[in-house]
C-alpha cells in the first residue's frame, strides 16, 4: 500500500481506471467542469429512478428546464432556492452507492 493510500484509504476502493488525483486547474470552476463531464458522457445514464433510465443529456436538459422555471417564478438567479426530496425517490440517491 502507498502513502497516499494510506492517507486516503479510500483510494483502495477506486478502480485503476480512476486517478487518485485530478488536475484542478484544467476547468476554472466547478460547473465548467460539471458541463464538461455532462457532454463528454452525454449518453451514458447518469441514474436509474421508478423503472426509469436517465442519460447525463435528460438530466442536464431537465436541470437547465428546472433552472429556467425557477428564475421566472422566484426572480433573480441569485436568489437561493431549497429543494425538499424527503417524499421523492431521489432521496434513496443520498444513501445509494454509485
Avoid at 422555471?69 to 429543494?83: E, F, K, M
Wanted: glycine share 2%; with cysteine; hydrophobic share 40%.
Amino acid at each position: 500500500m502507498t502513502d497516499a493510500m494510506l492517507a486516503k484509504p479510500w483510494l483502495t476502493q477506486y478502480p485503476s481506471s480512476i486517478p487518485a488525483e485530478i488536475d484542478v486547474s484544467a476547468y476554472a470552476n466547478l460547473a465548467e467542469m460539471l458541463e464538461a463531464a455532462l457532454t463528454k458522457y452525454a449518453d451514458r445514464v447518469a441514474f436509474h429512478c421508478s423503472g426509469t433510465d436517465v442519460t447525463y443529456r435528460e438530466l442536464e436538459r431537465l436541470s437547465t428546464a428546472f433552472a429556467a422555471y425557477s428564475r421566472q417564478r422566484h426572480g433573480a438567479p441569485d436568489r437561493r432556492v431549497a429543494l425538499d426530496r424527503a417524499r421523492s425517490p431521489l432521496r434513496a440517491m443520498d444513501c445509494a452507492p454509485l
